[in-house]
């Protein structure tokens, strides 16, 4: 009960000198799951200074080598999911099978992080001088890229693993040093799996993973100058990160409010499990989940009508019994979430449900009839709760899309090809999914939210040429 997880550190696992511990609430259960350790700012320094050292001798070991670790990391992790897919379980109440789902993507992100790097870290450009005007053939140019040197990768609590992975594997690639601070609900679950990169024997110092309050040691990792680039999944937080952040490259995901624009011809029985699957896998609770119905009015009563036969049969409850829906990640979430339901009751809109909480519990609830003056038309509830906006024109709904000041994803449903493309071509998000749910994956496409919802672009390889450089010698001939 007293034991208290030790953070990574020059390759040992260490208890912070601070002698205090941060608790890791069970969402389901509110009791007391885990602990880890409040590490300092010295300690953060120490951190940092080891990640500079290891990363010189990391960025001069060859590229291939580089992958090898990488792939080991990869097979160790997939061995081990058992036991970090029930840390998720009990950290962030993912349910059982998607909690072991994230691991195994995770593996499988590694090992294609490791392939890709070797390709496109392992050619460069040749230009000749004689190509642009004025120049004679005198002048060779080569290229190459190089790493930026620390990486700081701030994953959130939704995908511990799966998203810190995915920033630490292109770091790791492209020879850069890595610097882990991991969100407090998922902690434990991202120090299992450095723990698999530790016996996968890559060098001292390379990776760490320091926890704490972010209150605490936030601020202080994010401007630390020995970081060179930070990327970060979460949500405002990134805005303020930004502001604060020194003149380095930064990758950030921040929220979203993905719009489902449903048209007339469009095949209602596949936009209802698509809005069941975006709107209520884990709860609600992805960056890339439907948070807004806008579907045109003449097959309104219909879809919805579709959508609440199947929100009837989501199951609720414990996460370990893989239910569909299970408790959000914390009570001031449950709270949030509760308020944007109360104003949405208040205004007017239909309730397709009863509403019910039972502590961090809440049943899924699609909310019909709901007009732009509730805060839930805009808001991002991240969690178990859906609004639906009846619409008259595809202007409309597009216009509400751009209207928000995310961009994440968006998803148009219709058999006509040519106007979901001009459809496509108006929403105003980083990504169009033509009849699907929003989503990241697979995890080689590109991810990128336009406006609040983020800067630089993601997926395996953008992420790589994002924690790169290009380098340039020149060959002068007489
Ligand atoms: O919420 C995080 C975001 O990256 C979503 O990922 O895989 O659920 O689309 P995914």
Not at 115 to 133: A, H, M, Q, T, Y
Not at 352 to 381: F, H, S, T
Request: glycine share 8%; hydrophobic share 40%; proline share 5%.
């Amino acid at each position: 009960d007293g034991e208290v997880y030790k953070y990574y550190s020059d390759g040992e696992w260490r208890t912070s000198s601070s002698g205090k511990s941060v608790a890791i609430v069970n969402p389901a259960t509110r009791k007391t799951q885990y602990k880890v350790q409040a590490c300092t700012q010295e300690e953060v320094n120490k951190v940092m200074e080891m990640a500079k050292s290891a990363q010189k001798s990391w960025a001069k070991t060859p590229l291939w080598k580089r992958a090898e670790l990488l792939h080991k990391a990869a097979a160790i992790l997939k061995d081990n999911k058992a036991p970090i897919a029930e840390s998720l379980v009990k950290e962030i109440a993912k349910p059982a099978k998607d909690s072991v789902t994230e691991v195994v993507r995770s593996g499988d992100l590694i090992s294609y992080c490791a392939e890709e790097g070797v390709r496109i870290l392992g050619e460069g450009k040749f230009l000749l001088s004689d190509s642009f005007p004025g120049n004679e053939r005198t002048k060779y140019c080569l290229t190459s890229k190089i790493p930026l040197g620390v990486v700081l990768a701030i994953p959130p609590f939704n995908y511990p693993v799966n998203l810190a992975v995915s920033k630490i594997a292109p770091a790791l690639i492209a020879g850069n040093s890595l610097v882990l601070k991991p969100p407090t609900q998922g902690a434990v679950s991202c120090l299992h799996m450095v723990y698999c990169f530790h016996l996968a024997g890559f060098p001292k110092g390379l990776i760490s993973c320091i926890t704490g309050k972010g209150s605490e040691i936030g601020d202080f990792l994010t401007m630390h100058p020995a970081v060179n680039c930070i990327s970060f999944t979460g949500g405002d937080t990134g805005i303020s990160i930004s502001k604060k952040a020194g003149m380095i490259p930064l990758q950030m995901e921040l929220g979203g409010k993905d719009a489902c624009i449903v048209l007339e011809d469009a095949d209602l029985d596949l936009v209802a499990s698509n809005i069941i699957k975006g709107g209520f896998s884990y709860s609600g609770q992805r960056c890339t989940a439907v948070k807004v119905v806008l579907v045109i009015e003449s097959v309104a009563d219909e879809l919805v009508e579709k959508v609440k036969a199947k929100v009837a049969k989501l199951t609720v409850g414990p996460p370990e019994e893989n239910c569909d829906i299970t408790a959000v990640v914390s009570e001031s979430s449950a709270n949030f979430i509760e308020g944007l339901v109360m104003d949405a009751k208040e205004k007017g809109a239909t309730f397709c449900q009863e509403y019910k909480r039972e502590g961090n519990l809440i049943w899924p609830l699609l909310l019909d009839n709901v007009r732009p003056d509730m805060r839930i038309a805009w808001e991002e509830p991240f969690g178990p709760v859906l609004p639906v906006l009846r619409i008259s024109s595809v202007e409309e709904g597009i216009n509400h899309c751009n209207a928000s000041n995310f961009g994440l994803q968006g998803c148009v449903f219709t058999k006509d090809i040519n106007k979901a493309m001009l459809i496509s071509d108006a929403m105003e998000t980083g990504t169009v999914q033509i009849n699907s749910a929003p989503a990241r994956g697979p995890d080689h496409f590109p991810f990128q939210g336009l406006k609040d919802s983020g800067i630089g672009s993601q997926g395996v390889t953008n992420s790589i040429n994002l924690m790169t450089k290009v380098k340039t010698t020149v060959i002068n001939l007489p």
